[in-house]
């Protein structure tokens, strides 16, 4: 929206229009928006931006390549697109889950992010699945609404920030279970529990909810095999700019290191990004840069 | 919003409820809407946090003192509020241009953000008053939509980056003219032109919009009281996760150092604020963390 806003000449290229917010089924933490369907959040956001001149192909992107200071971008279908700039806004997949039947209740009781969906479970009993920080983390902020929360862990104990750990074990409503691996999500319309192998026994656990966190995977692949650096988790490095090494390639949203995972986060490194585009854009830099062996 | 959502108990305390964007005619740049009034948009976003109880209190903050581990918020009514964690978010305000009717006109043609109100004044005729690289981006970025942008410099000729600089020089649509002092807006229910002196003599110039860049003073006195650090522009001084130098102080938007002063932008950051208190509020730190003398 931003870049179209600014006159750039605007392509948003991608196989999934709106990406992961669009799956979430109810969006309550976009400021301006109590609740809102993720889809149709999604749809505002790319409306707001089409009215701009933006415009949106939706295929798949197999290749970025540095050709002089033209970036080519080739696409599932066999097209080629020719940008002075890119922004990379590849987001991350979550690890899924591999248990039986998680795919099946994937946002009908099966969540990746406590701070988006923790609410709908006031009161409930649930499961955080993992055994980093990032699950300590989620079975804290769920504690806040839950009922009851368990941690399931595959090793034996959660390895958690000392704080967060000591929070947890003080806490009557977060109880770890170590030594665990969720082999099925159980339910018929909505999920009633898991269940667990445990020292070679199968258990079952009552729970309404099952937050998966187990980790996220950036899409990077693209970002890396143009050139530009990425950190030892696959994130792609920018600075407050959203700027690359890579001059006149930037970076937004889940991709990128260092950001508080959340959609107005991504959306504002965006603005960023697009902005940072426009003034590289308009620079002295890229009107006199030549290329290798030109005058 | 955030905060509130986290189970933190949130007090909102300040004079004008939603600050500066609540001042804005029409904005089209918050993502997700495409046109909304500044006021409107601004009685969403407390909505917004009201629905996860925070409160809202509408009195000029006179001073924020630390006692020990405690914040103290003072009042102009005389009422004293405790907190353990402050988020300043102050803003700034836009120096105003000194000159008669200027305050009459504001939001009516006279305008204090291209990047906000340009696209009102396609193939229109406008001026920049200001004489820096902030007047020097607004005329570059009015003139991808007005028919003429004079800038109107007080001394001898515009102190912009010299990209900005010559693409200005090479732009057949603006025009720089020296020497001038704005005394007066002209018009009658709108803006209909300037009145200038220049080199002794009165002038007048025909222009339906006035965009004032002389700069923003950041409202950190109170930051600056409580012992926040500040940079030369008096701007405060945060990290990526909205911490100041004082523990249990974190700062968002306008009022901080570095940013793309726009609203998105300051939404995020004050979310990034909300959340990085969260984290201090159930730290480890801040619960063993003591009183001089005390045990």
Known sequence: MYAGRLNLRTLIVGEEAGGLIATTTLVENYPGFVSIPG??????????????????????????????????VLTSSGSRYEAKSVILATGTVHRK????????????????????????????????VGGGDGAAKEALLLAE??????????DEGLHAEPPNLRKIEENPRIEIINHT????????????GVLMQRQGREERLEVEGVFVAIGGIPRSELARRLGVEVNEK???????QARTNLAGVFAAGDVTAGGFRQAIISVAEGVTA??????????????????????
Request: hydrophobic share 35%; net charge negative.
């Open 39 to 72: 889809g149709k959040l999604a749809e505002r956001l790319l409306e707001h931006a089409k009215h701009y001149g933006v415009e949106l192909i939706e295929e798949r992107v197999e290749e970025i390549r540095q050709n002089c200071n033209v970036f080519e």
């Open 97 to 128: 889950l591999p248990a039986k039947n998680a795919e099946k209740f994937e946002g009908r009781g099966v969540y990746y992010c406590a701070l988006c969906d923790a609410p709908l479970f006031r009161d409930r009993k649930v499961a955080v």
């Open 145 to 154: 609404y839950a009922e009851k929360v368990y941690i399931l862990c595959r």
């Open 181 to 192: 691996n969720v082999v099925e999500i159980l339910g018929e319309e909505r999920v009633s």
């Open 234 to 240: 696959g994130e792609v490095v920018t600075d407050k």
């Open 274 to 295: 697009a902005y940072s585009a426009y003034r590289y854009l308009t620079s002295e830099y890229v009107e006199t840069r030549r290329c290798n062996g030109e005058p």
